[in-house]
């Protein structure tokens, strides 16, 4: 299945006449259909084309003088960007970020309630729990348990299928990533920066658009961020105006809701608490320095303990009673007959706390070893670049210029012993805003292992600590191409070859001819990510499939594997199989495809699935600018012919 393609030709021009409405109707006219595009799980190249030219719909939008001309383009443009978001997802996105969007989530569930083969990760193992179930449950759980009860009802036959099993989860997290819009609604006038262009930066970032549409617990973690923040900061009066009075900043909030949501993000990641640390800090300031009665702040305070605790027990039991057998073990029958309190210590014995198992794990340093090491500046240096580009160097440069201050008004205080009044001017901005986002940085950057997905949290306090400033309008053509490469890389390219790759092995393994003769198929993963197996549609009773996953293993060892399949040794065993005709396919980048060449093993089918780029094995630049550059940036999908074969 060859998915590439000529791009189109440019579909809107730099006159902000032309209607973005007519230009998303011109590329879905010539589009596939919705069908083919659903089997073939591709991102056309009319996507790319789109998001270049919204950007020079901004462009020539932002461009005005006029202010109020201004705020209703970036209106409008933020809209724009949200049905992006959503139209994406539904495409859907063929980049595959990490293993864990898929083996923490989707890939548990669809085994648990979809009853499909799957492969359980050692964190839900009952003997290492170290990830919660609620959360899976919550997002790809429900949407599973809907298409089972739709096609149990008879009202969706075929709803059990690649597509949806990729998309119905993201479609969820979608919706859901909406929070960070209604935070930053809620929190830009509160911090003083403009609502709309604050939701346009916020959008308009490929941390967005890819990320928060993805069933990671850093998604979830960085939501419930999101409503921290809502909760600890006092709401502001009128449009983009900070609050009138002390008394209004002063104003409890629902500690009710403070304690839940501190506590499941606690479960879903614990590293939330570095993030919850300053706003819990802030909201506590807030508390004390208020003119409420100290019966007041204690009411609040016994509400937040309160909710904590019954929070914490809610997710102990749900994640206790997914990992053990102790609910059916327990009854009215069983308490009678072994006494209470035998029956409490039983219990105390099986209870099951994840986050302690994910802590007590991840502070061993040879775990972490096992993840891979990086160096503690990676968090600063590395990865905030990488996600947020321009906007955490700006942010390091208001962090520095808000220190340099400080530090003078320090050695003018110490000189003068009273504070300058045209110093206390230059020090305002927002230094609870830099807290929120360096702090967190900071205690992440402790540990060894450092990924750049653990740093999505941190768009909100960074759109808001920058958005005041001004300085993105300077910036704003690297923004947008720093964005736009972004999606594309991490949307599109990376490892994207592979879930349309499950999408074409499922509909092979699935169509009327295997279903009428039976056959069984062995698909040989090398040199690619995780395949996740729930997007092959296999029911757990069905053995006619197997997965080997070789990952990155050495030539020598994976010559080895095919010259087995090749001669029939890996299929046939089983009595089940004798009278079954065996399928042999081999998935493996084509940077790769040279060495499985050299393993002397024939092909009689070959698939390239475009496009698809993996940096463990990237192409080479020479390559790049020849004929073959397809098949470098491509994932090849290659039959073995069993019966030509010569060892």
């Given amino acids: 299945m060859d998915t590439g393609g000529a791009p189109p030709q440019r579909l809107i021009g730099s006159q902000s006449q032309v209607s973005i409405t007519e230009s998303l109707q011109t590329i879905l006219n010539n589009s596939p259909d919705v069908a083919s595009c659903r089997s073939k799980l591709l991102i056309p190249w009319q996507l790319m084309f789109l998001i270049v030219q919204v950007c020079d719909f901004a462009q020539t939008s932002f461009s005005s003088g006029m202010w109020s001309e201004l705020r209703m383009s970036a209106k409008t443009f933020w809209g724009i960007l949200a049905l992006l978001r959503i139209f994406w997802c539904l495409l859907p996105q063929t980049g595959y970020l990490h293993p864990d969007e898929f083996f923490q989530s989707p890939e548990v569930m669809a085994g648990d309630i979809l009853d499909l083969q799957v492969y359980y990760p050692w964190e839900f193992l009952s003997s290492s729990p170290c990830r919660t179930v609620v959360f899976p449950l919550i997002t790809s759980g429900i949407t599973y ?178 990992f053990t057998s102790i609910g059916s073990e327990i009854s009215l029958y069983s308490i009678k007959k072994n006494g209470l309190l035998s029956t409490i210590a039983q219990i105390n014995q099986n209870v099951i ?84 986002y360096f702090v967190p940085l900071a205690f992440l950057s402790l540990f060894n292992h450092q990924e750049p997905r653990f740093l999505i949290p941190l768009i909100l306090p960074l759109v808001l600590l920058i958005t005041p400033q001004n300085r993105t309008l300077k910036w704003k053509p690297i923004i947008i191409i720093f964005n736009v490469l972004g999606a594309l890389l991490f949307g599109c390219l990376h490892q994207g070859g592979l879930i349309p790759c499950l999408s074409h092995l499922e509909q092979l393994i699935h169509s009327p001819e295997s279903l009428n003769h039976p056959a069984h198929y062995t698909l040989l993963f090398a040199h690619t990510y995780m395949p996740p197996r729930f997007l092959l549609s296999i029911n757990k009773r069905d053995p006619l499939v197997e997965i080997i996953d070789m990952a990155g293993t050495e030539e020598n060892i994976l010559c080895q594997t095919l010259g087995q399949l090749a001669n029939n040794i890996a299929c046939g065993t089983r009595k089940t199989d004798k009278e079954r005709t065996c399928h042999f396919f081999v998935i493996t980048p084509g940077t790769v495809r040279t060495t499985i060449q050299k393993c002397g093993v024939l092909f009689k089918n070959e698939t390239l699935i475009f496009p698809h780029l993996t940096m463990e094995d990237p192409p080479q630049i020479s390559f790049l600018f020849s004929e073959k550059w397809r098949s470098q940036l491509g994932l090849y999908i290659l039959q073995i012919d069993r019966n030509e074969q010569s060892f």
């Fill in 145 to 322: 348990w809907m298409i089972k009860s739709l096609q149990q009802l008879g009202m969706w036959s075929n709803g059990i299928n690649s597509y949806t099993l990729l998309v119905s989860p993201r479609l969820l997290l979608t919706t859901f990533s909406f929070i960070l819009d209604y935070s930053v609604y809620r929190l830009a006038p509160f911090w003083g920066a403009d609502r709309w262009n604050a939701l346009v930066l916020l959008a308009g970032s490929y941390v967005t658009l890819v990320f928060y549409t993805r069933t990671f617990t850093n998604t979830l973690e960085g939501l419930l961020f999101a409503l921290l923040m809502v909760l600890v900061s006092p709401k502001a009066v009128g449009y983009g105006t900070a609050p009138k009075s002390a008394n209004s900043q002063a104003k409890p909030t629902r500690s009710s809701l403070i304690g839940i949501i501190t506590v499941a993000g606690f479960f879903n990641r614990p590293t939330f608490l570095a993030f919850a640390l300053m706003p819990l800090l802030y909201w506590a300031v807030l508390n004390a320095t208020s003119q409420h009665s100290i019966k007041t702040i204690a009411n609040h305070l016994l509400k937040l303990v309160s909710s904590t605790a019954f929070t914490a027990i809610i997710f102990t039991a749900a994640d206790t009673l997914y």
């Fill in 353 to 436: 706390v994840t986050p302690f198992n994910f802590l007590r794990y991840n502070l061993n340093p040879h775990n972490l070893a096992q993840h891979g090491i990086h160096p503690r500046f990676t968090h600063f240096a590395v990865n905030g670049i990488m996600l947020f580009g321009i906007l955490h160097i700006l942010a390091i440069s208001v962090g520095l210029k808000m220190l340099t201050i400080n530090i003078h008004q320090l050695s003018w205080i110490r000189l003068h012993n009273h504070r300058p009044p045209t110093m206390l001017v230059l020090a305002k901005g927002n230094p609870t805003l830099l807290s929120f």
